[in-house]
């Protein structure tokens, strides 16, 4: 299978190239070209290993290799985070183009049997599932939505009123998002880059 050659790097490091690790190093690709570069980008991600490995080996930002890795549910597969401009890349991945299909999968405990005809079979689905990511339009593996930030201060001595869609007053930050005016949570960024959204400062 012919593929370009920073993935056939990544899939020698990594010693196969899978759908999953495809798919890290295709969105990381976008949000590189999106960005014009990833060195003052933070990334989060939650997902398979090999996913957030692929995002891991193009991460500079703040330090070589670091993705974010949540704890909890987050409402994306992937978050990216340019901060001189506050912008945030949103990306929910579309399942059923990424993962193998129940047909191919099942196929998985077969190939413990050493059976060659299935290995082949399988190894043929997986290579169309990797060509796809690779060649397909990005909408077609994922859905995306740029966030623009500007974050909102407070004069000294006056607290910041309640978020008006969760009605927590507990965060000292609020996000203007288009004009919609939020708390972090609300406005879908890792809550551990909090203190780091800015705007106008
Ligand atoms: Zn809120």
Known sequence: ????????ILAWKESYVSPELAI????GRYAHEFFDGLEQVRIAAIGHDSTIAALQR?????EPGLVTKPLGSRPWDMLFYHEPTATALKVVCIRNQIFPAQALRSLEECLKSGNLDVRLHYQ???NAMVQNIINADIMRLCSLTQIRCRRLITTEGHSMSACPWCRQA???IRLDLDGRICCPECAGLEPSW???ASGEV
């Open 170 to 172: 507990g965060s000292a």
């Open 124 to 126: 043929v689905g997986v």
């Open 1 to 8: 299978m012919l593929l370009p050659l920073d993935l056939a």
């Open 24 to 27: 890290g190093w295709r969105i």
């Open 194 to 196: 909090h203190s780091l």
């Open 58 to 62: 193009q991460a500079r930002y703040p």
